[in-house]
């Protein structure tokens, strides 16, 4: 199934279609992919926001793009890493059966599943700036990524 129908799939049942996706087999370089693809997602979803910061202070917007790729691209997906493998360790403490490949794409899914709303939050936040629209959204982002996330982790430690 392609990844657009995956992600909207997963706004209706995100357990459901982490479970599809384990049943496709541990493929190491899908859930990268996946990683790699809700980061650079996540880092466009900035930009308009840089763009605003600085063309407000006046500063260089090169910079503030490097300094969100250099954190996004390279630093955040190692820091993904080492969340995924707490929150497996953490599924074990309650008796979770799955594996450390579970957790992390139950992880990596819902950062690219959520990605919409990302883009979303990063439009408002580059052309209306700080208010309770950015809030709202910010908040809607959230409770989506955790919902998508706790379900595929639920998903991924429970057996079949």
Request: proline letters at 4%.
């Amino acid at each position: 199934m392609a990844v657009t129908r995956n992600i909207r799939a997963t706004y209706r049942n995100p357990g459901k279609t982490l479970r599809g996706l384990l049943a496709l087999g541990q493929r190491e370089d899908r859930a990268l992919a996946y990683l790699m693809a809700g980061c650079v997602v996540v880092f466009i979803a900035q930009m308009p926001r840089l763009a605003r910061e600085a063309h407000l202070r006046d500063q260089d917007l090169n910079m503030l793009l490097g300094g969100s790729l250099m954190a996004w691209v390279f630093i955040a997906p190692l820091l993904l890493y080492c969340v995924a493998a707490l929150s497996h360790l953490a599924a074990k403490l309650l008796r979770g059966q799955g594996s450390y490949y579970g957790a992390r794409l139950a992880l990596f899914w819902a950062l690219l599943a959520s990605s919409p709303v990302m883009l979303l939050n990063g439009l408002i936040a580059g052309f209306i700036g700080p208010g309770l629209e950015l809030q709202v959204i910010g908040l809607v982002w959230f409770l989506l990524f955790m919902w998508f996330w706790v379900s595929g982790l639920i998903a991924a430690e429970r057996p079949i």
